[in-house]
């Protein structure tokens, strides 16, 4: 199956889409190609597994259930033991398609079964496919529908394939429908229709979707509302260097941060940023400089000339929240250069009951660049809310961020979302839970920083230094395959391997 670009969009501009073609093309036209791509896939997965499993669909009352129904009946031509579970077996659906479907299938002689009786029919299965719920659910899976989620992620070694979204989860947020309490769909591979959908791509979506495959139905590309940051997206942003460059070529960065007991914070971006490319790096903080014996090439100063020095600054990493470390952000702040807050430079922001460090932050040009990088307890303070509710619309979340205080946002987590104050956002394709340790971070700031230094505006900067900074990580756990015990001071040395491939 050929792949489309891989661009997100949001379910109002797929619905559009939907019934433009829907209004157009035979009837059930889109929903034999849809039933086509899963039953492509199942088999795939089938045709791998012990001979004589069942492949079971689960049929949900709308189009996701017919679309799961009609796959059925293919891979049952095919020659595959077949279960149908039902919802609601005996209602038929509302949506014409979906009746039709339901109708076919009765009229070979199949018969639909309760969807309770799930798990004894979970012994024999080869294959589940999840066609209970598509993009259009408004409230959290409840009844047989939360018991067959809740016994399909305990039965292990049964692979699930998800048609469209694995039921249960917000195909423009990634959280699970319903919030805390309710439960969605684990699926091993989702085929999704039409066009991409961001919640398959960050938060509880990343992990519930699986492997995500797209199934254009034929169309042309959906209108696009975000980005996917992957390999193809970043290519070439970082040309090869002349023959004639030196080390004034690449900017100087200055990390400043490293309060008393956090020293190595800064020192981790000082790393970074040489990892990255920068030509000089220099470390200064509230309480001195901070000097790295095993790295004497990263210099070390005291705030005025580090600032005066700088082509880009990162700050916050291991900053400290006292009255010294606000006044040396507001310092880097008004400095016209390109600037990276992270940390305790996003927490004094937050706090800051007398508004200077957000009035400077606001006050900066908008043609210099300015990146924020909070993770999602940062976020929440900076929006005055809490992190359950960032992590239930991170590109909202991120959005409103960007716009607020008027910087590139990066908003790190799962399936970490980059927003702009023009409202463009994008959701990096790299990065896992091996990453998922102290000091990450930092490097990201360091790294992301040089890339500022190098001359790369605040989209394209934090966009190839977060997908570089995943793509590290995900280096580092192809030979690690647990992903556990990844130290952040290999992290920048990974990175320097990810640019120079990319």
Known sequence: MTQPPADFSLTATIREVERHWLARLPAGSLMERAAAAVASQADRIARFRPRGGTIIALVGPGNNGGDALLALTALRDRGYPVEALALAPEHMPAAADAARARARWS?????????????????????????????????????????????????????????????????????????????????????????????????????????????????????????????????????????????????????????????????LAARAAQCAGAGKVIVTGPDGPSFDPGQPQLMSAEPAPALAAASAIAIGCGLGQGPQALELLCQCLARPVPLVADADALNLIAGDTGTAALTALRARSAQTPTVLTPHPLEAARLLDTDAASVQADRIGAACALSRSLSGVVVLKGAGTVIATPQGAWGIVDTGGPALGVGGTGDVLAGALAALLAQGLDGWHAAALAAWAHGEAGDRWSIAHSKGIGLSSTDLPALITESLNAQ
Not at 146 to 173: E, F, R, Y
Not at 231 to 259: E, L, Q
């Open 107 to 267: 009229a070979s002689g199949a018969t639909l079964e309760a969807l309770s009786m799930l798990e004894s029919s979970l012994s024999g299965a080869a294959l589940v496919i999840d066609g209970l719920f598509g993009i259009g659910l408004s409230r959290g899976l409840d009844g047989n529908a939360a018991k067959a989620a809740t016994l399909l992620a305990g039965a292990s070694g049964t692979p699930v394939l998800a048609v469209d979204v694995p039921s249960g989860i917000d195909a423009d947020t990634g959280a699970i429908v319903g919030g805390r309490g309710h439960v969605a769909v684990r699926a091993d591979l989702t085929v999704t229709m039409i066009a991409d959908k961001p919640g398959l791509a960050t938060g509880d979506g990343l992990a519930h979707a699986g492997r995500s495959v797209l199934a254009s139905l034929g169309l042309p590309a959906a209108p696009v509302d975000g980005r996917r940051i992957d390999r193809a997206h970043v290519a070439g942003w970082m040309p090869a260097r002349a023959r004639n460059a030196h080390k004034g070529s690449h900017g100087t960065v200055s990390v400043v941060g490293g309060a008393e007991g956090m020293r190595g914070a800064a020192l």
